[in-house]
Structure formats: C-alpha cells, structure tokens
C-alpha cells in the first residue's frame, strides 16, 4: 500500500521561504514521476512541479524560478523547497505519485496522494 506524507508546512511571510517534504513509503520512488500541486481556497487543485523517474523537472510557468523540486531516490523522498514566498502562494501543497516515469501536469496522472499540508503566506 502507497503511502505518501508530507510535512514542512506552515506560515511564512512574504519574502521568505519554506521547504515541504514528502515521505513515500510502499512503492520504491525510482522509477515514477513524484509531482507537487496546490490548490488554494475556493480554487482547483493545480499542478506546480514534478520530476520524472529520469531526473527530469518540470514547473508550472506561475512557479518557475521560485520554486525548487527535487527527490532522494534512496530515501524514497520528495521535496519542494518554495523562496521569496508570496500571499498567492497560499493553498494545501499535495505530494503525488505518478502512474508512470513521465507522468504530466494533470491530476489524473497521478495515482496516489498525500494528505496535503497547509501553506499560508502572510504579506
């Protein structure tokens, strides 16, 4: 069974940074696409970065250059590491497993999720 968990979530200000994290457990990571969305209140969960089996990352264009995706095979981890962090950058930030290598940036290719945990950003 696939377990995903993330932490590192919190309140930050405007400016600053915070660096979430995503423990998998159950399936070795190696080989799947790991990927961060968010979806902020009131609003659809939105793709934010993954990084393919292969090492690949890719960004939505709102994040690119602030945000930072990376993943320690070996310790079966993602994380997420998010500078000069704005209001807008408030929502739930979910870790998900990918159902393949290249997973994409829609939620459908993504079969399993963590729990999610909570970013608030105060300006």
């Known amino acids: 069974q696939v377990q995903l968990v993330e932490s590192g979530g919190g309140l930050g200000q405007a400016g600053g940074s915070l660096n979430l994290s995503c423990a998998a457990s159950?399936?070795?990571?190696?080989?799947?696409?790991m990927g961060w969305f968010r979806q902020a209140p009131g609003k659809e969960r939105t793709f934010v970065a993954t990084?393919?089996?292969?090492?690949?990352?890719i960004y939505a264009d709102s994040v690119r250059g602030r945000f930072t995706i990376s993943r320690d095979n070996a310790k079966n981890m993602v994380y997420l590491q998010i500078d000069n962090l704005t209001p807008d950058d408030t929502a739930i930030y979910y870790c998900?497993?990918?159902?393949?290598?290249?997973?994409?940036?829609?939620?459908?290719?993504?079969?399993?999720w963590g729990q999610g945990t909570q970013v608030t950003v105060s300006s």
């Open positions: 159950g399936r070795p990571i190696e080989h799947y696409s």
């Open positions: 990084t393919w089996g292969t090492g690949t990352k």
């Open positions: 998900a497993q990918g159902r393949s290598t290249f997973s994409g940036s829609e939620p459908r290719d993504y079969d399993y």
